[in-house]
């Protein structure tokens, strides 16, 4: 392998290292922000009571108690008007999701849904943990698929550079024999000699496919001769019996003494 060769792979190399170093930064920069929003939430729940029962009055008349502990989430059902209603906030929420961080229910849409009912005022800003958890599943999932695309692009440059290196070495290879044999004589001699040994090898193996074949075929010429000859022993077989008996039949007729000629009919002897 020539130096320049060595040194395109050098540098190759180098830019592969300095993408993995980057995806580790990037990588570590989202477990910070994730443990950063642990620490929020779980100061959060400490500061909430293990179970309490908050009794808010919506529309008048109507009561709403929800149960809390610790590890639930603070929203409840209106069964008539099919709204959510948020207990930390105080206000109705548009639409819940689950979080991809946690698995958590945080609010998508910050405006509430009860001002054209005169349900009273509302706080329609979201919980700084649950904006800080959205944004942590969107870079979450922003640095998967970043990292899944990298990974394969990576993956193609190294077969790539394999395939590189494997065909290099097959050239160098080639070119030190070919140098070796020129400077060599006695090489040459040996090279010409197995170069002929393997074109004879060849020359017997398709001779040797061509016999296997015509084995093949007299094997099957030999087994058709054999069932037409015992075909043939058969049919004699049978005329012999034949021939045996009407033998046997004209002896009769000739100890009996009756004329041969009244009693031959058709090859056959029959009596009188």
Known sequence: MSQKDWTKIQVEFSQLYAIILSIALVFLTGQTLLARYADIASSSLRSRSVL?????RICGCVFFVALLDAGEHCYSLELETQRVWDYAGDNYVHRLIQSKTDGKLVELNQHCSHADVGCGSCDCGMDPGFSEALMNSKVEAIVNEYNELLTTQLENQKNSLLREVEEETKRDTSEAVEKALAHNPKLQKMQAKLDKCLEELKFLDDINDNLLRNKEIWEA???????????????KDAKIRELEEQLRDLMLCIEEGNPTTNGIEDGRVSPS
């Open 221 to 235: 010429k030999i087994v058709e001769i054999q069932e037409r000859e015992k075909k043939a022993v058969k049919q």
């Open 52 to 56: 309490f029962v908050k009794l808010q």
